[in-house]
T-cell receptor, first 114, second 115 residues
Framework: DTGVSQDPRHKITKRGQNVTFRCDPI?????LYWYRQTLGQGPEFLTY????????KSRLLSDRFSAERPKGSFSTLEIQRTEQGDSAMYLC????????????FGQGTRLTVV | AQSVAQPEDQVNVAEGNPLTVKCTYS??????LFWYVQYPNRGLQFLLK??????LVKGSYGFEAEFNKSQTSFHLKKPSALVSDSALYFC?????????????FGSGTQLTVLP
């Protein structure tokens, strides 16, 4: 499968714990995006990488959130001290380096904070 | 700031009838426009995009969309709906220049095709 893959698909955690998600983009894509989607809403932008550089961060990305893409390939999104409001679907997408190209999305990681 | 509005949360249509899912946008400058579809517990799947040129763009599964610059709209259409088209549809916009590289999505429209 050469699409965007995310791991894990589901994560249940207790409030206050830290969680980390992984995204493997399509191999030739140099842009990588993280989005958050809650029930009944469209995806909301969190952050964006071009190669290993994190070029944009949304105001939604509080200090408890951190994302990395250390070698310009896979990316991780970590949430520290999780809160119930963090419960959502976390989507990763990748694209080629031109703005006119579509982004391809992974199936997402569904986080439930109890 | 860029934004997208999908004025209908829910659209119901009978199988075999034409369908339209509405989208309007607000950006500074010329937009790149996209439609995605989402099936339950799945990621988003790309349907089609408008970049430049012909205002009518064709995409996957028989879908098409019409770009209307004066009305700032990009409505999704299909001449004959299938039950399998039932899903959540998202319109998205991106500006081709400037610092913002992300897609901005609408809130989605749930399409139900009735047999």
């Amino acid at each position: 499968d050469t699409g965007v893959s995310q791991d894990p698909r589901h994560k249940i955690t207790k409030r206050g714990q830290n969680v980390t998600f992984r995204c493997d983009p399509i191999s030739e894509h140099n842009r990588l995006y993280w989005y958050r989607q809650t029930l009944g809403q469209g995806p909301e932008f969190l952050t964006y990488f071009q190669n290993e550089a994190q070029l944009e961060k949304s105001r939604l990305l509080s200090d408890r959130f951190s994302a990395e893409r250390p070698k310009g390939s896979f990316s991780t999104l970590e949430i520290q001290r999780t809160e119930q409001g963090d419960s959502a679907m976390y989507l990763c997408a990748s694209s080629l380096g031109q703005s006119n190209t579509e982004a391809f999305f992974g199936q997402g990681t569904r986080l439930t904070v109890v | 700031a860029q934004s997208v509005a999908q004025p209908e949360d829910q659209v119901n249509v009978a199988e075999g009838n034409p369908l339209t899912v509405k989208c309007t946008y607000s950006v500074s400058g010329n937009p790149y426009l996209f439609w995605y579809v989402q099936y339950p517990n799945r990621g988003l799947q790309f349907l089609l995009k408008y970049i430049t040129g012909d205002n009518l763009v064709k995409g996957s599964y028989g879908f098409e969309a019409e770009f209307n610059k004066s009305q700032t709209s990009f409505h999704l259409k299909k001449p004959s709906a299938l039950v399998s088209d039932s899903a959540l549809y998202f319109c998205a916009v991106r500006v081709p220049s400037g610092s913002a590289r992300q897609l901005t999505f609408g809130s989605g429209t749930q399409l139900t095709v009735l047999p």
